[in-house]
């Protein structure tokens, strides 16, 4: 789809489909689960969700039935986050797919759209579908059942689950009714209300993707632009091309008759073993997808930008090119 201000420049507008949390982006329950964690946990805050398996039958049990009985409660006395109704208005009039994913239970999730008056869409996913926020397959099911591809998907959450999960499935990251936290910045843009990001779809700006924060925009305007062939035969070869990428190459050209040689392997630190002898634009192609999901891995044309041997030399062939 479209993005504001072309590749690798986006904007939530130009996204496909749209996963939403419910409690804190559609409703406000008034949620604490600091009684759970000093009943059940000492105080500590812990994943309740995923430590939930180990506890002995009993206490799991008395665990997911005052979890229960505190969002049922929160539920009787929601009410629509200002500015959720005119969000899922704009998402609609644009023909937008969206659904729900919550670490809520179902009953709570249904309860408190009764009681604000509150269509729900028809995908929604509570803690009930296995598995959840923050595991990435949780965004990903939703992302098939839209029928979008997870690069063209945003999540909208108020938590850290939200913008890690997000951040795990490929996807683009909106944080929403949080103030500052030391995992803000993992999101691709936080706004301080649901209605900032109303006004924003409405009157939409280029913004910098997550992986580029650090870039200047205009340095990475034209980074974009280049194509960079990869020297196939380098032993550094992973090094130049994460490099490359983090520093906003849109394009890197590489054979796909060349192998991944174990010297290059042992150099590129966290590839699987298995990758050693496979087809270097498959590999490349693949390291691309998890960490650098915009850029295009292909056979190098006439045009690409012969890139260094070495990982260092990469940011002074780039300014080279781009000139002053």
Known sequence: MESSGGAPFWHPAFCGGWIL????????????????????????????????????????????????????AGADQAKVVPGARDLLAWIEAQGRPWAVVSRNCRESIFRAAEVMGLALPPLVFSREEEPVKPHPEALCRAARRLGVGAKDCVVVGDFLYDILGARRAGMRAVLVERGPESWSSWADVALPRVKDLVESLRAPEPLVPWEYASLDP??????????????????LLGGVMEQSCALGVGTLGVSSEKTLSPEQWRAWRGLPPELMGCPLDE?????????????????????????????????????EALGP
């Open 21 to 72: 949390d419910w409690d804190g982006v559609l409703a406000d329950t008034r949620l604490s689960f600091v009684p759970i964690y000093e009943r059940f946990f000492q105080g500590r805050r812990v994943m309740i969700l995923e430590v939930l398996p180990s506890l002995p039958p009993d206490r799991r049990e008395e665990l997911e039935s005052a979890m229960r009985a505190l969002e049922m």
């Open 218 to 235: 205009r340095w990475l305007q034209g980074a974009w632009a280049l194509e960079g062939r990869l020297p196939e035969n380098s032993p």
């Open 283 to 319: 590999v490349v192609r693949r390291v691309c997808a998890g960490r650098y999901p915009l850029v295009t891995v292909g056979a190098p044309t006439p045009r690409a930008l012969a890139l260094p041997e070495n990982p260092e030399g990469v940011y002074s062939i780039l300014k």
